[in-house]
């Protein structure tokens, strides 16, 4: 393929766990054109994903719900602006991951010469992409992160991890490592259980707990998720983290008196921080949501608590550390289901580190 852009811009336009399960496509582009400057427009909470990641010279953080659900005349008007603010940077190539009517009219605004467009039936404005060859159209049945690389396989990128990556920036390791150690007792250093394990207050391994989710019908009782924090510390010496972003704070403020009085809220990180408090777990028990991809893609086991539905297993974080628990509701699921995965996953992460040790 002669095909050599020298500025391009790929759409990414999902919501936070979608973007991260495209890191192994944006990857693929970046070490396609190793030479090329690459622009990503992602919605604004998933800028701060594309950066650490390094798949990127520059993630163009958008308002995309905003612009979807936004006053119509303060909609139309941010729309114009985002087109010329593209049409100003001369993009050559423009990849649309996610191929909705919307992005794929921007990708042909912005002038670019040459436009992938992923295919989906029912929703992707197809005459308006003019690469060829033209990818596959988008197979339902297959992995989220199979259904990127399919989009950007036309550019003969080969073979390319599926895992996602995030790595964690000294910076914010040390911010979180300030909040934790602001958590213990006397104030001492915090070590956490991947550091040292064992022991007493300030070194006892730490499961995370994040509530919330995107709608009522995915979310978990709080109430037993406070269950789930008991049985770990009573059980096996566990403490919990429970995380909340702004949607949450309001929820985990009421629920507090529930948890153990031993269990830290972290409720006001970045998501570089939350990367980085991720990464110091033993495992992260939530929701089918966005933090639950992040802490995946930072190495940590996630029991992931959820619905049935046909095609559940196309978002799950791939490796063998990961465990889902799912029943018909998801208010059907028993605490002590959670409590079992939680364990297996905990226990067996334990002795992974001792024997890597």
Same mark, same amino acid.
Request: charged letters at 25%; one cysteine or more; a positive charge.
């Given at each position: ?22 890191? &192994? ?6 070490? *396609?054109? +190793? #030479?090329?400057? $690459?622009?990503?427009?992602? %919605?604004? !909470? ?107 396989? &036309? ?6 991890? *599926?895992? +996602? #990556?995030?790595? $964690?920036?000294?910076?914010? %390791?040390? !911010? ?121 893609? $930072? ?59």
């Amino acid at each position: 393929m002669n095909f050599e852009p020298r500025n391009i811009l790929v759409i990414d336009f999902g919501q936070l766990g979608d973007v991260i399960l495209s890191l &192994p496509a944006l990857g693929a582009v970046r070490h *396609r054109f +190793p #030479r090329a400057r $690459v622009t990503v427009a992602v %919605g604004g !909470a998933a800028a701060a994903v594309v950066e650490m990641a390094g798949v990127a010279d520059e993630a163009l953080a958008v308002d995309r719900v905003g612009l979807r659900d936004g006053p119509k005349h303060l909609s139309v008007w941010q729309i114009g602006k985002l087109v010329l603010d593209v049409r100003k940077r001369k993009f050559d190539f423009v990849i649309d991951l996610h191929s909705l009517s919307e992005t794929n009219l921007l990708g042909f605004l912005s002038g670019a010469g040459q436009r992938l467009y992923a295919r989906r039936p029912g929703r992707s404005l197809d005459y308006l992409a003019n690469f060829r060859p033209a990818p596959a159209p988008e197979d339902r049945s297959k992995h989220a992160i199979e259904r990127y690389l399919d989009v950007v396989a &036309p550019l003969g990128v080969g073979e390319v991890s *599926r895992v +996602p #990556r995030l790595s $964690v920036r000294e910076e914010d %390791g040390r !911010a979180v490592e300030e909040l934790l150690r602001r958590a213990t007792q006397g104030g001492k250093t915090w070590r956490g259980a991947k550091q040292t394990g064992g022991g007493g207050a300030s070194d006892a391994p730490l499961v995370g707990i994040f509530p919330g989710a995107g709608h009522p019908s995915r979310r978990w009782p709080v109430e037993r998720f406070a269950e789930l924090a008991w049985m770990l510390e009573r059980n096996d010496s566990v403490r919990s983290v429970l995380f909340a972003g702004p949607e949450e704070r309001r929820l985990v403020r009421e629920a507090r008196p529930q948890f153990p009085p031993s269990t830290i809220v972290l409720d006001k990180l970045t998501v570089p921080q939350l990367a980085a408090a991720a990464a110091r777990l033993s495992v992260f028990v939530s929701n089918d949501t966005g933090p639950m991809h992040i802490a995946a893609a $930072v190495g940590t086991p996630v029991v992931i608590l959820m619905q049935h539905h046909p095609m559940f297993n196309c978002y799950i974080p791939p490796g063998e550390r990961h465990r889902v628990v799912a029943a018909r509701t998801i208010g059907e699921i028993g605490t002590d289901l959670a409590y079992a995965a939680a364990r297996a996953a905990f226990t067996t992460e334990r002795a992974s580190s001792l024997f890597d040790a």
